[in-house]
């Protein structure tokens, strides 16, 4: 029988099928907390540092103290993973607010909680999404401002984004792209974007509302190794539409190309040369033990 995975709950180790929370912690009951989403692949935690640094980030906006150092922390995800006998994985680490009672004061929770699953590696587009892209639609849900729950912030409520999904689902497209409240493009549901444009690489600013995303930062640092201009600025969705190439980032996305956007093509309707050049030069960045922490 295969080993059932452990998870991590506040410094103790629960089999996957046992490992719960209580129904009154207010990361259930009102999405108040942060988490991060994070990739290792073969021995290498690729840009743990920058995710925890992140986290740390979100946590002191939402003014949420968490129980362990950065030092610590990485040491739990890294005692996680070989609990689990896991060189190639999906991370996903969560601090919540804690238990508290049915009203939303956060001082009511004395005790933040501090989350780590790892599973094997999820594909959120893989296959035949990587090599001719995906399909996409622009949604009628604007990315939350700046001044609002905004996705600068890591938080566990994701609501801008599921309903967003949603649309895409019924529309029967792969994903959906959100503008922000002005109307220039932001992000996809839970992916960053870029366009490509007679050789140059654009890709939004945070200030729509967009996370600062580790492997957008990532991606950002190729390209400029690779001799091209990657710049940020707002995007209209009309140059999106009429983009050379498009492609989405992400942790689980990777580096992921979009052939349509509302029934326009993009491209060829596949993967254009700049992408394909930055995917193959993200996939050994990912591996290389300079970009992360090693398991082992």
Same mark, same amino acid.
């Given at each position: 029988?295969?080993?059932?995975?452990?998870?991590?709950?506040?410094? +103790?180790?629960?089999?996957?099928?046992?490992?719960?929370?209580?129904?009154?912690?207010?990361?259930?009951?009102?999405?108040?907390?942060?988490?991060?989403?994070?990739?290792?692949?073969?021995?290498?935690?690729?840009?743990?540092? %920058?995710?925890?640094?992140?986290?740390?980030?979100?946590?002191?906006?939402?003014?949420?103290?968490?129980?362990?150092?950065?030092?610590?922390?990485?040491?739990?995800?890294?005692?996680?993973?070989?609990?689990?006998?896991?060189?190639?994985?999906?991370?996903?680490?969560?601090?919540?607010?804690?238990?508290?009672?049915?009203?939303?004061?956060?001082?009511?929770?004395?005790?933040?909680?501090?989350?780590?699953?790892?599973?094997?590696?999820?594909?959120?587009?893989?296959?035949?999404?990587?090599?001719?892209?995906?399909?996409?639609?622009?949604?009628?849900?604007?990315?939350?401002?700046?001044?609002?729950?905004?996705?600068?912030? +890591?938080?566990?409520?994701?609501?801008?984004?599921?309903?967003? *999904?949603?649309?895409?689902?019924?529309?029967?497209?792969?994903?959906?792209?959100?503008?922000?409240?002005?109307?220039?493009?932001? %992000?996809?549901?839970?992916?960053?974007?870029?366009?490509?444009?007679?050789? %140059?690489?654009?890709?939004?600013?945070?200030?729509?509302?967009?996370?600062?995303?580790?492997?957008?930062?990532?991606?950002?640092?190729?390209?400029?190794?690779?001799?091209?201009?990657?710049?940020?600025?707002?995007?209209?969705?009309?140059?999106?539409?009429?983009?050379?190439?498009?492609?989405?980032?992400?942790?689980?996305?990777?580096?992921?190309?979009?052939?349509?956007?509302? *029934?326009?093509?993009?491209?060829?309707?596949?993967?254009?040369?700049?992408?394909?050049?930055?995917?193959?030069?993200?996939?050994?960045?990912? +591996?290389?033990?300079?970009?992360?922490?090693?398991?082992?």
């Amino acid at each position: 029988m295969e080993k059932e995975l452990s998870v991590y709950i506040d410094g +103790k180790f629960y089999p996957k099928s046992g490992a719960k929370v209580s129904v009154y912690d207010h990361g259930l009951l009102y999405g108040d907390g942060v988490f991060e989403g994070i990739r290792a692949y073969e021995g290498v935690v690729f840009k743990l540092k %920058e995710h925890i640094d992140r986290l740390y980030r979100s946590a002191h906006t939402i003014m949420l103290q968490i129980p362990l150092t950065k030092d610590e922390m990485t040491k739990a995800v890294l005692e996680t993973l070989r609990k689990n006998d896991l060189k190639t994985a999906y991370i996903r680490l969560l601090v919540t607010r804690g238990v508290g009672d049915l009203g939303l004061d956060p001082r009511k929770c004395p005790k933040p909680s501090i989350i780590i699953i790892t599973e094997p590696v999820i594909e959120l587009h893989s296959g035949e999404a990587k090599a001719k892209g995906v399909t996409t639609m622009i949604s009628w849900v604007k990315r939350d401002p700046v001044d609002a729950t905004s996705h600068e912030i +890591k938080s566990l409520n994701y609501l801008n984004s599921i309903l967003a *999904k949603i649309e895409a689902n019924t529309t029967d497209v792969d994903e959906a792209i959100c503008l922000d409240k002005v109307g220039f493009v932001c %992000e996809g549901v839970a992916e960053n974007i870029f366009i490509v444009r007679e050789g %140059e690489i654009f890709t939004p600013p945070v200030s729509t509302g967009a996370l600062p995303g580790i492997t957008r930062e990532a991606v950002m640092e190729l390209a400029e190794r690779m001799g091209y201009a990657a710049t940020e600025r707002n995007i209209t969705p009309n140059e999106l539409f009429n983009a050379d190439e498009v492609f989405f980032t992400g942790t689980a996305a990777e580096v992921t190309p979009v052939r349509e956007i509302n *029934k326009r093509k993009i491209g060829n309707e596949e993967a254009g040369p700049i992408t394909k050049r930055l995917m193959q030069e993200f996939y050994k960045m990912v +591996k290389d033990p300079k970009e992360g922490t090693l398991i082992y």
